[in-house]
């Protein structure tokens, strides 16, 4: 069973700080990493996509990733209020055509 | 911005009722997916969809539902004999080709009494 882990949280930063978010997955296979964004009652929204070992910048958003230790994490820099939500981390395996998503986790800007 | 749209976006039926969910994926996309959210818990894959066959389905994804591409533009999921437990938040996705990002829809809010 492949499986993509978060801690639910719920994570507190206050405003203004690097929030940190990770994600761990079972299979040595996969191939695709993405994190998405989810406000309460809406859709995922794509934030950032990671593909190779590294850093990923996307303006305050950093995608980091380790298939070594099979481990992808999201950094957030400037934390807004606007950026509470829930961070989904989705992995797609070799030869599939489906991403599983981790169980998210809440994050809390406080101002 | 090209985006995935659905309708509609509330749906109310009764048990044991058919509904179908419509989807518009984005142009130029040549995948099209359908994932559930059930209030509370994980998005889930439902099926994949590419030139007008199915790619790859869950084991949620029974003979009770179907996949159609009826014209160039719409992609629908059709749920024949609704039951309550499927009362879920149901996403429309697209991407350009399977290993890339994939684009979700508003979503459509299944209610079966």
């Known amino acids: 069973q492949k499986e993509v882990e978060q801690n639910s949280g719920p994570l507190s930063v206050p405003e203004g700080a690097i929030a940190s978010l990770n994600c761990t997955y079972s299979d040595r296979g996969s191939q695709s990493f993405f994190w998405y964004r989810q406000y309460s009652g809406k859709s995922p929204e794509l934030i950032m996509s990671i593909y190779s070992n590294g850093d990923k910048e996307d303006g305050r958003f950093t995608a980091q990733l380790n298939k070594a230790s099979q481990y992808v994490s999201l950094l957030i820099r400037d934390s807004q209020p606007s950026d509470s939500a829930t961070y989904l981390c989705?992995?797609?395996?070799?030869?599939?055509?489906?991403?599983?998503f981790g169980s998210g986790t809440r994050l809390s800007i406080r101002p | 911005e090209p985006e995935v749209t659905q309708t509609p976006s509330h749906q109310v039926t009764q048990m044991g009722q058919e509904v179908i969910l419509r989807c518009v994926p984005i142009s130029n996309h040549l995948y099209f997916y359908w994932y559930r959210q059930i209030l509370g818990q994980k998005v889930e894959f439902l099926v994949s969809?590419?030139?007008?066959?199915?790619?790859?389905k869950s084991e949620i994804f029974d003979d009770q539902f179907s996949v159609e591409r009826p014209d160039g533009s719409n992609f629908t999921l059709k749920i024949r004999s609704t039951k309550l437990e499927d009362s879920a938040m149901y996403f429309c996705?697209?991407?350009?080709?399977?290993?890339?990002?994939?684009?979700f829809g508003p979503g459509t809010r299944l209610t079966v009494l």
């Open positions: 996705a697209s991407s350009e080709a399977t290993a890339e990002a994939q684009y």
């Open positions: 969809f590419y030139n007008n066959e199915i790619s790859e």
């Open positions: 989705a992995v797609r395996y070799s030869s599939a055509s489906k991403i599983i």
